[in-house]
């Protein structure tokens, strides 16, 4: 196999890979003897037509099914052979055969760029604030816990109120027409909890009835009001169906709530509670720390990006979000061509910062250890239910496990970072500011 690598740009390469005549002729003529034996072509008996009336009547299909298969087969081992570890899928530009037989495909390929990873030792960080969890931390959550666990019970002959949990049917109309999109059936909404359509919307049903319908219109003056961007600047019009009223009936937080969780008592209870908050104070330090590293990183490296790997991206954040909606009852497809584009700023900002952290680790010699890798193939195992035997057996070259190992070195090299920052007082870098403005505007009067 020869391969030929050239650059494009600086996000882009082009390869050209020849697989001889040798290794696949024979292939074809494989696919020529096998078609031969299941095929049935007029005036010739089952496996006795010529391979140039079979040629005639399927060769462009066999020629297109080989070449399919050495591409698939080739690909990988051309990639890695000339070390190119590609940031989105590939482009196959063209293939053919040549007059000697052998076959010729290229493939455009996005990387990164080529740059020195800079500003990222010695960085000077904010320490997080001090934060501890509370007493009445603990009882908020507890609290929590309960609604989730509440029963509904039906409100006979009542009307809507706060806190009351109604089922409806939801008709939008927008510019005279129903906006389909945003029709719902059976939605659960928790009056003065839920902020579906409008901040506003759960308060027009108060005082409504089981069986009645409720008629409003409401004003979106900005995209954090609206679902969408049409509606941004106009007033919808609802027709809501109220088809159920429910309030909560809450548990009591006791031993035997404790109980229904699969935890001995109340106590048992509150300490779990205090450690998932804790450990939750703990994440939200490491976001504050996180972002700041972020924010370096991309001051100090400015790089170009791959174009289809930031659009890859857009689509992995949409199908985020739409799971989420999903998760809340929401159906609702993310297609509006200005709120895809406001993905875009987020999704490049990712893909950069993904390519300084992987540069930053080849620079430094960070990779795993023989003990990492294998906590790598255990968290693996975990999430798809299997050994971790298995796991190693079925994934040990698939794209799953490449990115949860790409994922563990960066989680390196961001400790790597913060073992070689400087972390300050908030007081001490306002401080600073303060003096550095100070210092500016002496040099302006003088």
């Known amino acids: 196999m020869k391969i030929s690598v050239s650059d494009v740009n600086e996000t882009q390469k082009k390869l050209i890979v020849e697989i001889p005549a040798d290794v696949v002729q024979p292939e074809i003529d494989k696919k020529y003897r096998q078609l031969s034996k299941r095929v ?21 299909a066999i020629d297109n099914e080989v070449a399919q298969e050495f591409i698939e087969k080739t690909f990988p081992d051309a990639l890695e052979q000339e070390g190119i570890k590609p940031l989105a899928e590939a ?10 037989g052998s076959l010729t495909y290229s493939v455009l390929v996005e990387v990164a760029p080529e740059f020195e990873p800079d500003g990222y030792k010695g960085i000077e960080i904010r320490k997080p604030p001090e934060k501890a969890v509370t007493e ?32 409806i049917d939801v008709t939008p109309y927008i510019d005279g027409r129903v906006d389909e ?43 954090e009001e609206a679902p969408n961007e049409d509606w941004v600047g106009k007033e919808v019009e609802f027709y809501v169906d109220i088809k159920n009223i429910a309030r909560k009936e809450l548990p009591e937080i006791n031993d035997e709530f404790a109980k229904t969780l699969g935890l001995d008592s109340l106590e048992k209870l509150r300490e779990e509670v205090r450690k998932r908050l804790e450990k939750e104070l703990e994440l939200e330090s490491k976001k504050f720390i996180r972002e700041q590293i972020d924010s370096h990183l991309l001051k100090s490296n400015d790089i170009p990006v791959p174009e289809k790997a930031v659009l890859q991206e857009m689509e992995s954040e949409i199908k985020d979000i739409e799971m989420q909606l999903l998760r809340q009852g929401i159906d609702h497809k993310i297609e509006d061509p200005k709120i895809r584009e406001s993905f875009k700023p987020g999704a490049e900002l990712s893909v950069k910062l993904r390519i300084i952290i992987d540069k930053i680790a080849e620079k430094e010699n960070i990779t795993l250890s023989p003990q990492e890798e ?47 920052a400087k972390f300050v007082d908030a007081s001490e870098v306002e401080d600073s500011s303060q003096e550095t403005a100070n210092n500016e505007k002496g040099e302006e009067d003088n």
């Not at 945003?182 to 901040?199: A, F, R, S």
């Not at 994934?395 to 994922?407: G, I, P, V, W």
Request: no cysteine; charged share 35%.
């Open 40 to 60: 049935r072509i007029k005036g010739f008996r089952p496996g006795k037509a010529p391979r140039n009336v079979l040629k005639a009547y399927y060769g462009k």
């Open 181 to 223: 999109k945003y029709v719902q059936e059976d939605l659960l909404l928790e009056i003065g909890k839920d902020k579906l359509y409008h901040p506003e919307f759960g308060k027009q049903l108060l005082g409504a009835k089981v069986g009645d319908t409720v008629h409003f219109k409401l004003k979106y003056l900005s995209s």
């Open 136 to 167: 009445e931390d603990i009882e908020n959550e507890l609290t929590r816990i309960a609604e989730s666990s509440a029963n509904l019970e039906p409100v006979e002959d009542g009307e809507v109120q706060e806190g009351h949990v109604v089922t």
């Open 374 to 420: 294998e906590e790598v193939f255990s968290n693996l195992a975990q999430v798809l239910r299997v050994s971790t035997e298995e796991a190693k057996e079925r994934f040990e070259k698939s794209s799953l496990l490449d990115k949860m190992k790409a994922n563990k070195i960066r989680e390196k090299v961001y400790e790597f970072i913060e073992e070689h």
């Open 91 to 100: 482009d196959l530009e063209n293939y053919g055969y040549n007059e000697n």
